[in-house]
């Protein structure tokens, strides 16, 4: 779902993911593809060695904001938005 905001200054195109860590902490919430064609390109093509994933649920606190290493993921299963 894209969304502007208020002051139309940026846009927001999120994407459920549940992410995985070495340490097999799974970590549930959202992502911004910032304006990326897929989802799966935050994991692949972005240049930035960590996903901020926000909304998020792991290990029993809600509601967090992780800045997540891509070193440190073992999978990410991202929502079927027909983009992935």
């Known amino acids: 779902m894209v969304k502007l905001t208020d ?6 195109d ?11 902490t799974q970590i549930t919430g959202i992502v911004n593809k910032k304006g ?8 692949t093509i972005d240049d930035s060695p960590f996903i901020i994933v926000y909304k998020a649920t792991a290990k029993g606190n809600e509601n967090r904001v992780f ?3 891509k070193n440190q993921i073992i999978w990410a299963e991202l929502e079927d938005d027909g983009h992935v």
């Not at 002051?7 to 927001?12: A, D, G, H, I, S």
């Not at 999120?14 to 097999?24: A, L, Q």
């Open 7 to 12: 002051n139309n200054q940026y846009v927001v």
């Open 14 to 24: 999120e994407c459920t993911v549940k992410i995985v860590t070495i340490d097999r």
């Open 36 to 43: 990326l064609e897929r989802t799966s390109d935050l994991f």
């Open 67 to 69: 800045a997540v290493n």
